[in-house]
């Protein structure tokens, strides 16, 4: 079977498809992670219950395995198991599932490795605008991937949808690269994307997909420090957009908590997790950025975020 290196979320990765929205890398590149297939007679039993998710399409069910992994199952039809190691992924499934596999894996998959290896990891889309990079954080239909999108169209960068992964660097953070991929629904593509260029799907989301990676030096340029943490929140119809002063720390931080990824597992939150995210809100400004769901509001979005 044929091998791919690639990296997201500064690991480099070696999978026996291609990731969706990761950049390849040259063959020679030793492997952080490495993401191998078996088939469904493969099915690894878990030694210890963990707390469920229902985020996502079916419940998974999250267990440790008896020599320290851990593995996620969604209805007996998809299987992922992280070796104690945390350098291994093993995808169990039938062939005919193999098609979900690459979108599950730069989500969920990925989002509990970098949880099990240490990574501050929060659900939201990263873009860099005229030289600051921000974070759009806020619940599943909160608009951040939508907005993300009305960004780069404007010239802003794509740092990562979906997944920001973040690392201390002195006293501030980074944001790791993570997918070039942002995940629109019909309706956000038609009306965002210019005409002419084609998107993949991800069936498992049910989303398609646009690749903003653009050339290759932007694509290995240094990871950015994160600036600002913008939570969307909905407002009334006639309401204009606002963004609110910098909340304080003790107001940011149950919201960072609400944010926080792997979604659905806050039991795995952990104290010294939770210190983690505490840092983040007493080191990066939140704002509370308010608008109507109306795709007229866009452009007045993106003026509010400094570009546009």
């Given at each position: 079977?044929?091998?791919?290196?690639?990296?997201?979320?500064?690991?480099?990765?070696?999978?026996?498809?291609?990731?969706?929205?990761?950049?390849?890398l040259?063959?020679?590149?030793?492997a952080?992670?490495?993401?191998?297939?078996?088939?469904?007679?493969?099915?690894?039993?878990?030694?210890?219950?963990?707390?469920a998710?229902?985020?996502?399409?079916?419940?998974?069910?999250?267990?440790?395995?008896?020599?320290?992994?851990?593995?996620?199952?969604?209805?007996?039809?998809?299987?992922?198991?992280?070796?104690?190691?945390?350098?291994?992924?093993?995808?169990?499934?039938?062939?005919?599932?193999?098609?979900?596999?690459?979108?599950?894996?730069?989500?969920?998959?990925?989002?509990?490795?970098?949880?099990?290896?240490?990574?501050?990891?929060?659900?939201?889309?990263?873009?860099?605008?005229?030289?600051?990079?921000?974070?759009?954080?806020?619940?599943?239909?909160?608009?951040?991937?939508?907005?993300?999108?009305?960004?780069?169209?404007?010239?802003?960068?794509?740092?990562?949808?979906?997944?920001?992964?973040?690392?201390?660097?002195?006293?501030?953070?980074?944001?790791?690269?993570g997918?070039?991929?942002?995940?629109?629904?019909?309706?956000?593509?038609?009306?965002?994307?210019?005409?002419?260029?084609?998107?993949?799907?991800?069936?498992?989301v049910?989303?398609?997909?646009?690749?903003?990676?653009?050339?290759?030096?932007?694509?290995?340029?240094?990871?950015?420090?994160?600036d600002?943490?913008?939570?969307?929140?909905?407002?009334?119809?006639?309401?204009?957009?606002?963004?609110?002063?910098?909340?304080?720390?003790?107001?940011?931080?149950?919201?960072?908590?609400?944010?926080?990824?792997?979604?659905?597992?806050?039991?795995?939150?952990?104290?010294?997790?939770?210190?983690?995210?505490?840092?983040?809100?007493?080191?990066?400004?939140?704002f509370?950025?308010?608008?109507?769901?109306?795709?007229?509001?866009?452009?007045?979005?993106?003026?509010?975020?400094?570009?546009?």
């Amino acid at each position: 079977m044929t091998t791919y290196r690639s990296t997201l979320y500064g690991l480099t990765i070696e999978s026996p498809f291609p990731l969706p929205g990761a950049f390849p890398l040259a063959d020679g590149t030793a492997a952080d992670v490495t993401i191998t297939w078996e088939a469904e007679t493969a099915w690894r039993t878990a030694a210890r219950a963990l707390p469920a998710s229902s985020d996502g399409p079916g419940s998974a069910l999250l267990g440790e395995t008896e020599d320290g992994g851990l593995c996620i199952e969604w209805r007996r039809e998809l299987q992922l198991v992280i070796a104690p190691s945390n350098d291994h992924m093993t995808v169990i499934c039938t062939a005919a599932k193999l098609e979900f596999v690459p979108t599950v894996l730069v989500g969920i998959g990925l989002g509990l490795l970098l949880h099990r290896r240490g990574i501050t990891c929060l659900h939201g889309s990263v873009v860099s605008v005229h030289g600051r990079t921000i974070a759009l954080l806020g619940d599943s239909g909160a608009g951040k991937s939508t907005t993300a999108a009305a960004l780069v169209a404007q010239g802003g960068i794509l740092v990562s949808d979906d997944i920001a992964a973040l690392r201390a660097n002195g006293d501030r953070f980074i944001v790791a690269r993570g997918c070039a991929n942002v995940r629109l629904d019909p309706e956000a593509s038609a009306r965002i994307v210019r005409t002419g260029q084609r998107l993949a799907t991800a069936p498992w989301v049910d989303k398609l997909l646009w690749d903003v990676s653009g050339d290759s030096a932007a694509s290995l340029r240094p990871d950015p420090h994160l600036d600002g943490l913008y939570l969307l929140k909905q407002a009334r119809d006639g309401d204009a957009v606002t963004i609110s002063p910098p909340l304080p720390a003790a107001q940011a931080l149950p919201k960072l908590v609400d944010c926080w990824y792997p979604q659905g597992f806050i039991r795995l939150l952990t104290q010294a997790r939770f210190d983690g995210l505490r840092t983040i809100a007493e080191r990066v400004p939140m704002f509370e950025l308010s608008f109507p769901r109306r795709w007229d509001i866009l452009p007045q979005i993106t003026v509010a975020l400094g570009i546009g």
